[in-house]
Structure formats: C-alpha cells, structure tokens
C-alpha cells in the first residue's frame, strides 16, 4: 500500500514563528502536493511538485514556499506563520506526471497559530 | 473528532439503505473523477474513481455514475453501513494533462443503526 507520511498530527505555533511541515511518501511517485482544508472551502492547493527540485504554485501559494530536495519528500514552510494560517495541512501525492492517477493523502497537520 | 466542515450538506441514512451522494462538477473539459471518503481526523482516502469516456464504473459496494452532459457525478453506496459514516467529496481533473484536481467541498453522510 502506498503510504504517505507527515511529520505531526498537530502543531501549535506562534505568530512569526518559521514552521516546517514535512511529507514522505515511499512509493516512488513523482507527484507531491500540500493542500488547506478549512471548513466550508474543502481542500485548496498551496504548491506541488512533479519532479526533485521542481515546484509549481497552487492556488494559494501567499506566505508559503515549498521544498523538494529528494523524491520523496516534500517541504511545506510558513517563513513567519500568521493566525489566518491556523488549518489541516494535507500532503498528498501521485504516480506519475502526466496521468489520470489518484492523489494519496497522508493523515493531515492541524496546525495552530497563536 | 475534528470536523472538516462544519456547513456541509448532509445526507442521514438508516444502516442497510442505499446512499446516493452528488456532486456538480464545473469543468466541461474535465477527463478524470475521484471520490474520496474522508473520516473524523483523517486524510482522505480514494474511494472509486472514472474517466470521462464512461458513464458508471462499480466497485466493492459502491458505483459512481458520471453525466457529462449536465456534468453530474454521483456516488451510489450499497447497504450503507456505521463505518460509511464520512466527508465524502468528489474531484474532477482538467485535461491540462497535469494532475491538478479541483475538490468539492463535501457531504457529510451520517448512518444510523
């Protein structure tokens, strides 16, 4: 089974605080996103990746940057969290770049910004 | 649990009854279509899935049948069961060819004993 993995379950912050939330999938796919999911909007897409190294930007990329440094992994970093950034943060990612493939999530980061 | 949308449509059924659940989708050129079941605290996980040159695809218990020309999705869930009880929401895929899905933003189905 494909396995997608992020780093905490839940995180509480403090506003201008940098934060890292990190995913790892283990199935060798060339797709990674991370999405915002916030009640009554459902899932929005922040960044994703098709590729090491490569990053595209969401529809909500403002106040957030991305890293992909090895295939599996994929970085999502608040360079200084704000309280309107309080939110589930899901990683998903895909087989292959051009392909009618399912995204794969991982089990989500509620993260709160005080 | 957490709540993953407090405003959702909600669909309450009696366990063994069939559940039909919705979805409009915008994209007149979308080719591909997930549905995702998402439970209290957890990520979504990929329910069935169908491409837009079908019209039904079935799997274990559930069926989605897609309406291009109204451009309606549904999924259908045979003898609903407690652990059906979920966010169920559905994605559609432009042919960008790039695998960019637009989700909706759920129905909450809530299944009774």
Same mark, same amino acid.
């Given at each position: 089974d494909v396995k997608v993995t992020q780093s905490s379950r839940y995180l509480v912050k403090r506003t201008g605080e940098k934060v890292f939330l990190e995913c =790892?999938?283990?199935?060798?796919? +060339?797709n990674?996103?991370?999405?915002?999911?916030?009640?009554?909007?459902?899932?929005?897409?922040? @960044?994703?990746?098709?590729?090491?190294?490569?990053?595209e930007k969401g529809d909500i990329p403002e106040?957030?940057? =991305?890293?992909?440094?090895?295939? +599996?992994?994929?970085?999502?970093?608040l360079e200084s969290a704000s309280t309107n950034q309080t939110?589930? @943060?899901?990683?998903a990612s895909s087989l292959r770049r051009e392909a009618n493939n399912e995204q794969f999530?991982?089990?989500?980061?509620?993260l709160t910004v005080l | 649990g957490e709540s993953v949308g407090?405003?959702?449509?909600?669909?309450?059924?009696?366990?063994?009854?069939?559940?039909?659940?919705?979805?409009?989708?915008?994209?007149?050129?979308?080719?591909?279509?997930?549905?995702?079941?998402?439970?209290?605290?957890?990520?979504?996980?990929?329910?069935?899935?169908?491409?837009?040159?079908?019209?039904?695809?079935?799997?274990?218990?559930?069926?989605?049948?897609?309406?291009?020309?109204?451009?309606?999705?549904?999924?259908?869930i045979a003898a609903t069961q407690p652990g059906d009880s979920a966010v169920y929401f559905c994605a559609e895929k432009g042919n960008t060819g790039f695998q960019k899905l637009v989700f909706g933003t759920g129905t909450r189905l809530l299944v009774s004993p």
């Amino acid at each position: 089974d494909v396995k997608v993995t992020q780093s905490s379950r839940y995180l509480v912050k403090r506003t201008g605080e940098k934060v890292f939330l990190e995913c =790892v999938q283990d199935m060798d796919h +060339e797709n990674m996103f991370w999405y915002r999911q916030d009640p009554g909007l459902g899932l929005r897409l922040i @960044y994703f990746s098709y590729d090491v190294k490569m990053k595209e930007k969401g529809d909500i990329p403002e106040g957030y940057s =991305v890293s992909r440094e090895k295939k +599996e992994r994929f970085s999502l970093i608040l360079e200084s969290a704000s309280t309107n950034q309080t939110s589930m @943060y899901l990683c998903a990612s895909s087989l292959r770049r051009e392909a009618n493939n399912e995204q794969f999530f991982g089990p989500g980061t509620r993260l709160t910004v005080l | 649990g957490e709540s993953v949308g407090l405003h959702l449509p909600t669909l309450s059924v009696q366990e063994g009854d069939n559940s039909i659940i919705n979805c409009a989708y915008s994209n007149s050129a979308s080719d591909y279509f997930i549905w995702y079941k998402q439970e209290s605290g957890k990520g979504p996980q990929f329910i069935i899935d169908i491409r837009s040159n079908m019209d039904k695809r079935q799997g274990q218990r559930v069926t989605v049948l897609l309406n291009k020309t109204v451009k309606h999705l549904s999924l259908q869930i045979a003898a609903t069961q407690p652990g059906d009880s979920a966010v169920y929401f559905c994605a559609e895929k432009g042919n960008t060819g790039f695998q960019k899905l637009v989700f909706g933003t759920g129905t909450r189905l809530l299944v009774s004993p």
